[in-house]
């Protein structure tokens, strides 16, 4: 008999545990206090929505977002129209599942909520039984001192003109993320340590909102604690217990809900056999996370330390592939929009 223990109180804590209670698993959770993420709005791309809407009925995830039907890349200061991506009907269609912008407390709320039994406690003590930790919570990582960049949020009110925009603001060494949610606004700034965040370097459509910004958290370069499991495979890292996560790439914010549906047929799938599900869903999950922790990695070098004549090309380069030949731009996101772990672990 195999018995899974879920430390954490998080999206990726509760869509293991309903993707666990529905193979018949038991599982105890243990609630470690209130779920308060350092933003609390959040944007849920294909590969993230078709999970939760394998849980849970898609009109109740829809009634409580919006799905934004374009993205906008612009500059900084300027705001000038570097591109414009399709989303919408054009994103479903290519990836099978929809784009939303929820509520971090509205999602983590409907997961709670949809969750069959109230089980809070202790592992089982049986002696016959195989105890598993799955950890989901922030990791409190100390920052390196080098290569940090400073994580910025305001919330404003509702811009009901854009409300169907994901926009994407190119500054200086700085970055912001702004798209909205049903009743407000949310602005995500990424700067440069070395940078202050200057109101002054944005559009009108943004000054407000750096000027009532605030630092939310300070991330090196990289992120992680090592091996996703532990040496006896008795402990298991999911999420941002395993790597912060970063707004570096702001679809990645909840990766760990494929971490979570992965375990979850793992452990269904060699049911008994605890030392091999843990061993494939490492196997399985090394590779993708070591993708997007490049992924992250190029997107700090492009964003941070890109200067002059190579960061005039590099801006031309994205409106040239996204304006001209929007393929391009898809292809390199595939990847990780297009990912099914539905359909392939089953």
């Known amino acids: 008999m195999s018995s899974l223990t879920i430390q954490g109180n998080d999206p990726t804590a509760h869509i293991l545990r309903l993707a666990c209670e529905g193979n018949g698993l038991d599982v105890v959770t243990q609630n470690r206090g209130d779920y308060v993420p350092a933003i609390p709005a ?3 791309p294909a590969n993230i929505s078709r999970i939760i809407t394998a849980l849970i009925p898609e009109q109740k995830l ?3 977002s919006t799905l934004p039907d374009r993205k906008h890349i612009r500059l900084a200061r300027s705001g000038y129209l570097v ?3 399709p989303l919408g009907k054009f994103y479903s269609d290519r990836y099978g ?3 939303y912008n929820i509520k971090e407390s509205d999602l983590n709320d409907l997961l709670k909520g949809s969750l069959t039994s109230s089980t809070f406690g202790q592992p089982s003590r049986d002696k016959n039984t195989s105890n598993v930790l799955a950890v989901t919570g922030h990791l409190k990582a100390k920052p390196r001192k080098k290569n940090q960049f400073h994580t910025f949020y305001a919330e404003m009110s509702l811009d ?7 926009t994407t603001w190119i500054g200086k060494r700085q970055l912001a993320y702004q798209f909205s949610t049903n009743e407000s606004s949310h602005v995500v700034f990424l700067s440069h340590s070395e940078n202050p965040l200057d109101p002054n370097d944005w559009h009108p459509e943004i000054r407000e909102a750096a000027k009532a910004a605030r630092i939310r958290k300070t991330l090196s370069r990289i992120e992680m604690t090592g091996e996703l499991t532990s040496a006896d495979r008795s402990i298991i890292k999911l999420g941002s217990a395993w790597c912060q996560n970063n ?3 702001p679809e990645s914010v909840h990766i760990g809900l494929e971490d979570a549906w992965v375990l979850s ?4 799938n060699y049911e008994e056999d605890i030392d091999n599900a843990i061993f494939h869903y490492e196997r399985y999950r090394k590779v993708r996370l070591s993708r997007l922790q490049r992924t992250n990695d190029e997107e700090f070098i492009r964003c941070f330390e890109t200067k002059g004549i190579r960061r005039l090309g590099q801006n031309i380069g994205l409106a040239f592939s996204t304006r001209f030949i929007p393929e391009i731009y898809m292809n390199r996101q595939d990847w990780f929009h297009g990912y099914d772990c539905l359909r392939g672990f089953r």
Do not use: C, G, P
């Not at 009901?160 to 994901?166: A, Q, S, W």
């Open 42 to 44: 959040a944007i849920l």
């Open 62 to 64: 829809r009634a409580l």
């Open 83 to 85: 591109s414009e991506i």
């Open 97 to 99: 599942a929809k784009i």
């Open 160 to 166: 009901k003109k854009n409300i169907l925009i994901n």
């Open 247 to 249: 707004w570096l790439s």
């Open 265 to 268: 047929r793992m452990l269904e």
